[in-house]
């Protein structure tokens, strides 16, 4: 089992075209064994220590195994919408761990 966090940073006003991703992502995560456990959209006041810009969203997905997870981000139907990703996400820090 790996888990993932993922803090995305979306360009200004890139807000809707990134949505318009994750409506065709989310639901792929589960196809290949994965699942998202938290999504948050945190603001300034909800963030109590920070040494940098506060991210859009941050993700944390459960999959079964690196195999899994790679076989979501090579997933056809997703990487036919990449393009709305890359035109959204200034950046992304991805975290890879596993329960302790």
């Not at 920070?50 to 459960?62: D, F, I, K, T």
């Not at 090579?74 to 302790?100: C, I, M, P, Y």
Request: zero cysteines; a negative charge; hydrophobic letters at 45%.
């Amino acid at each position: 089992m790996i888990y993932l966090t993922q803090l995305v940073y979306v360009h200004p006003g890139k807000q809707a075209v990134f949505h318009e991703f994750e409506d065709v992502a989310i639901p792929l995560i589960a196809k290949h064994g994965g699942e998202l456990l938290l999504r948050i959209r945190p603001n300034e006041e909800s963030v109590v220590a920070s040494h940098g810009e506060v991210p859009y969203e941050v993700h944390l997905l459960r999959f079964q195994s690196e195999e899994d997870f790679a076989k979501f981000a090579r997933d056809e139907e997703r990487q036919r919408f990449l393009h709305l990703k890359n035109e959204s996400v200034r950046a992304a820090l991805l975290v890879k761990g596993t329960a302790l």
